[in-house]
């Protein structure tokens, strides 16, 4: 029989015992803590390429430091029995402590309507709902029935193929009221009956389920106004920061696809109470629910394996709309309703671009136009009227904060803007001490340090060798954990035990995550034959897009070299896309045919594409500080 042993989970500030756990010797700690009900995040999908994870033991005997323990976490940290818990195995009866006990509170997560105005688009949502009044049977010599009878009262293209659910409860319903009810259609099908005249209560939800956040709206459908909105991090966030993490976790498992699908249809539903709760309206009048998200989301929430999603060719099972019953997701809170999926494109590219497409309009336009979702799982699309192109640009969890040393999403705590002349100056949010660095400021920080010339194009961080730097600038630049770092707070400016920190590695992730952007657009471009100059305009989407500095993003080349004004956020795209869709069966069906219009650029398949995104990985031209440090140091070797 296989040796267990048990894992005392304790509360990392008072000691107190929050679970044990006893799992099979060998057992990872943070399949142990999930199992316990502590979610312990892992951004990096377990790979041990990140801290999210880190765990401390308090007691009893523990594995050996693994090398990606001794990378993330360092030397003096490991010595203190820190350890990935997604590397660290279970070899005796101990006493684990999930770190840090900071929190992330107040996170800033995009939700409005961008520029959605419901005048602007016609109302047809596809539900109309109808108050009659049907008389039960009454002659035994009649040969009808109740569902006969009340489609009687309906007009004559109304299906006569009912569910079960309808059959089940027309027989009370249609006699309750004396035959005055209302009965519900979704494109010519009953799916509600009530008893009385409800007819003006007629509601639907879209939602965007991005990999990082998931927004909704409830929208009142006879009018298309806007009702109320809900935002949340994705609850499947602790089983990896990207895509591909998720896709890891659950392939050829599925136990774990199904704890991935259950958490998001557990916050849809959470959604719904909430938003109908805002707006004092019951969840049985909402009859539409129309739901976009990547490749992967879409396949999750329809219960879908995402296993082959991973896997060259990275092919979707299915690309087409799909229509289900609310009651197949299941979507509890909202019986009556109908789930709308938009298409999708490729294994990769989503409803969410289409979605993204549509609110823009970008497939109606004359001149050039690029849409831009900067995020965890990007995409890229680029095109006018005549033709579309599109490409996935998963720039991973790094504008999340994640594999980034103090890392964190948009919180209160986290710097989101810097200023650098010869010190360095921090915007944090919520104006409370720093705690970490959320993507935008990442951003801007790297912005601001090749400007002042304490990194260079390529990414360096600044050596006495290049030339002169400000005094206070270059004592900030200190070694750490075998590397070097800029300090970006000190330790007794911050809000926690040490100084907050940009290192080098943290550098090299930005590069590599903006790469991944620009890598995209530098490769449509390539292909469409379109040079910078011949961009009419630039629209940055997204709930992380929309809080980045357009100035610091040209800068560091994570967006083409064009004048401020051609760059312009469009809010969340995907979610007005979806709202379209949800007010308008005109615009689902034009989402069809976007979808099979538009050509997918595969980037992996591109020879070309490793030397564009190499090229893709330097950030601009070097500052005035470090053109003037490079001139004073060409001009020393000369005269010597």
């Known amino acids: 029989m296989a040796k267990t042993v048990a894992i005392t989970f304790v509360d990392p500030a008072g000691g107190r015992i929050i679970a044990?756990?006893?799992?099979?010797?060998?057992?990872?700690?943070?399949?142990?803590?999930?199992?316990?009900?502590?979610?312990?995040?892992?951004?990096?999908?377990?790979?041990?390429?990140?801290?999210?994870?880190?765990?401390?033991?308090?007691?009893?005997?523990?594995?050996?430091?693994?090398?990606?323990?001794?990378?993330?976490?360092?030397?003096?940290?490991?010595?203190?029995?820190?350890?990935?818990?997604?590397?660290?195995?279970?070899?005796?009866?101990?006493?684990?402590?999930?770190?840090?006990?900071?929190s992330e509170a107040g996170h800033q997560i995009l939700s409005d309507m961008g520029v959605f105005s419901a005048g602007e688009h016609e109302i047809d949502s596809g539900v109309r709902k109808f108050y009659i009044h049907a008389k039960a049977p009454q002659d035994e010599n009649h040969q009808t029935s109740d569902i006969e009878e009340i489609l009687s009262c309906l007009p004559p293209e109304t299906s006569r193929e009912?569910?079960?659910?309808?059959?089940?409860?027309?027989?009370?319903?249609?006699?309750?009221?004396?035959?005055?009810?209302?009965?519900?259609?979704?494109?010519?099908?009953?799916?509600?009956?009530?008893?009385?005249?409800?007819?003006?209560?007629i509601y639907g939800m879209a939602f965007d389920v991005g990999t990082t956040s998931v927004v909704g709206s409830l929208v009142d459908l006879r009018t298309g106004e806007q009702l109320a909105s809900v935002s949340a991090v994705n609850p499947q966030a602790i089983y990896g920061g990207d895509l591909m993490s998720r896709i890891a976790y659950a392939q050829f498992d599925a136990k774990k696809l199904q704890t991935l699908r259950a958490r998001i249809l557990n916050q849809l539903n959470e959604f719904i109470d909430t938003a109908t709760e805002q707006a004092s309206?019951?969840?049985?009048?909402?009859?539409?629910?129309?739901?976009?998200?990547?490749?992967?989301?879409?396949?999750?929430?329809?219960?879908?394996?995402?296993?082959?999603?991973?896997?060259?060719?990275?092919?979707?099972?299915?690309?087409?709309?799909?229509?289900?019953?609310?009651?197949?997701?299941?979507?509890?809170?909202?019986?009556?309703?109908?789930?709308?999926?938009?298409?999708?494109?490729?294994?990769?590219?989503?409803?969410?671009?289409?979605?993204g497409i549509i609110a823009t309009r970008i497939h109606e336009s004359e001149g050039i136009r690029l849409l831009v979702d900067i995020g965890t799982n990007g995409e890229v699309v680029l095109g006018s009227k005549d033709r579309l192109l599109v490409c996935s640009a998963p720039a991973g969890p790094t504008f999340e904060g994640g594999q980034?040393?103090?890392?964190?999403?948009?919180?209160?705590?986290?710097?989101?803007?810097?200023?650098?002349?010869?010190?360095?100056?921090?915007?944090?949010?919520?104006?409370?001490?720093?705690?970490?660095?959320?993507?935008?400021?990442?951003?801007?920080?790297?912005?601001?340090?090749?400007?002042?010339?304490?990194?260079?194009?390529?990414?360096?961080?600044?050596?006495?060798?290049?030339?002169?730097?400000?005094?206070?600038?270059?004592?900030?630049?200190?070694?750490?954990?075998g590397g070097r770092a800029f300090v970006l707070v000190p330790r007794d400016e911050s809000g926690r035990d040490e100084a907050v920190l940009l290192t080098q590695n943290d550098i090299r992730q930005l590069q590599l995550a903006k790469a991944a952007i620009y890598g995209g657009v530098m490769m449509l471009q390539q292909v469409l034959g379109v040079p910078d100059e011949s961009i009419e305009e630039v629209m940055m989407s997204g709930g992380f897009g929309n809080y980045v500095n357009i100035e610091s993003a040209v800068a560091i080349r994570l967006l083409p070299p064009l004048p401020l004004e051609r760059i312009n956020y469009v809010g969340n795209a995907a979610l007005l896309g979806a709202q379209l869709a949800l007010i308008s069966e005109t615009e689902r069906s034009r989402a069809f045919n976007i979808a099979r219009r538009i050509e997918h650029v595969a980037l992996a398949t591109r020879m070309e594409f490793q030397d564009i995104f190499v090229d893709?990985?330097?950030?601009?031209?070097?500052?005035?500080?470090?053109?003037?440090?490079?001139?004073?140091?060409?001009?020393?070797?000369?005269?010597?």
Request: aromatic letters at 2%; hydrophobic letters at 45%.
């Open 20 to 102: 044990t756990k006893v799992v099979p010797q060998g057992s990872m700690v943070l399949d142990a803590a999930l199992e316990a009900g502590i979610e312990v995040a892992a951004t990096c999908g377990r790979r041990g390429r990140c801290r999210s994870c880190r765990v401390k033991a308090i007691s009893g005997e523990i594995a050996p430091p693994t090398l990606q323990d001794t990378l993330q976490l360092g030397q003096d940290a490991v010595h203190e029995r820190f350890r990935l818990s997604c590397q660290m195995p279970a070899v005796a009866d101990c006493s684990i402590a999930a770190m840090p006990p900071k």
């Open 162 to 201: 009912q569910t079960l659910d309808v059959l089940r409860r027309l027989p009370t319903i249609l006699r309750a009221e004396l035959g005055r009810i209302t009965v519900t259609t979704f494109r010519n099908q009953i799916i509600d009956i009530e008893p009385g005249d409800t007819s003006e209560r």
């Open 281 to 355: 309206v019951l969840p049985e009048h909402i009859y539409k629910v129309v739901i976009v998200g990547n490749t992967c989301m879409h396949h999750i929430c329809l219960g879908i394996d995402t296993s082959y999603v991973g896997l060259a060719p990275y092919a979707p099972v299915v690309r087409d709309p799909v229509v289900v019953p609310a009651s197949e997701l299941p979507i509890k809170r909202a019986p009556n309703a109908r789930v709308c999926f938009l298409p999708i494109v490729a294994g990769f590219v989503g409803a969410d671009t289409i979605a």
């Open 404 to 481: 980034v040393k103090h890392g964190m999403r948009g919180a209160v705590g986290a710097i989101e803007k810097v200023a650098i002349d010869d010190d360095v100056h921090c915007q944090v949010i919520g104006d409370v001490p720093a705690i970490g660095i959320c993507g935008s400021g990442l951003i801007d920080a790297a912005a601001k340090m090749l400007d002042a010339g304490v990194i260079d194009p390529a990414g360096r961080l600044w050596r006495q060798a290049v030339g002169p730097l400000p005094e206070k600038l270059s004592a900030r630049i200190i070694k750490d954990d």
């Open 616 to 640: 893709a990985c330097r950030f601009s031209k070097p500052g005035r500080r470090r053109v003037v440090a490079e001139e004073q140091t060409a001009n020393a070797a000369s005269t010597a």
